[in-house]
């Protein structure tokens, strides 16, 4: 055999160990997809483990029972949220243009992660640990109090009515994404959620805006 001839070997490559902050995330993304899949109450442990090829033991050692999955995972819903919202928001010249920006970023996120909803509006999930009631009140408080400062915002700058009650305003908004998202399941996502919230937001749009803006525009 010539002396630089590489040896050919059998030998495949070892898969690389996940540290304990990555293999916690993606427990979190396949508890998301799987109540995306099969709905949140039928996923178990036992299911998360075998789309990972664990046993349940290496799923609880980083997660002492499935609620504190959950947590994690509508923690982590929070984030990303939040963070995408605050985009839309930066990238707006002015409050109605956020606003707009925000609903279909929004259900754009939604979209993306159709389990959003049954873990955030989850009655069996409100039900069974305190915790994760009061964190999806943090959350839907929190995300009320950014669309209320906007409207305040857009009051101030003659763009919104005066007569706009903030708060209604603020949970109107709110609701109707729950609404595009309940139709989007009932029709089996036949209507396409980003493509309804167009043509749904510009009528909120009109019901808020200053009369004045619109005899300006």
């Not at 690389?16 to 099969?38: F, H, P, S, T």
């Not at 069974?128 to 009631?133: G, M, S, T």
């Amino acid at each position: 055999m010539p002396k630089n001839t590489p040896v050919a070997t059998t030998e495949t490559p070892r898969k690389r160990r996940m540290g304990g902050a990555e293999r916690q995330e993606k427990i979190i993304q396949v508890a998301i997809d799987l109540a995306a899949k099969i709905g949140l109450e039928s996923v178990t442990t036992q299911d998360m483990a075998d789309a990972m090829g664990l046993t349940q033991g290496a799923i609880f050692r980083h997660f002492p029972t499935k609620d504190d999955i959950w947590l994690a995972a509508i923690n982590w819903v929070r984030s990303g949220l939040m963070s995408v919202v605050e985009a839309a928001a930066a990238n707006s010249e002015n409050p109605l243009e956020a606003l707009n920006g925000i609903f279909l970023t929004h259900v754009s996120f939604i979209a993306k992660h159709p389990a959003i909803p049954r873990l955030v509006f989850s009655d069996s999930l409100l039900r069974r640990d305190p915790r994760l009631k009061q964190l999806i009140q943090e959350i839907v408080t929190g995300y009320e109090s950014k669309v209320e400062g906007l409207l305040g915002q857009a009051k101030a700058t003659g763009l919104a009515r005066l007569d706009l009650d903030e708060g209604s305003a603020a949970t109107l908004f709110l609701g109707m994404i729950q609404g595009l998202v309940l139709q989007s399941n009932i029709f089996g996502g036949r209507r396409s959620l980003l493509d309804e919230a167009k043509k749904v937001f510009p009528i909120y749009l009109n019901g808020i805006r200053s009369r004045n803006n619109d005899e300006q525009a």
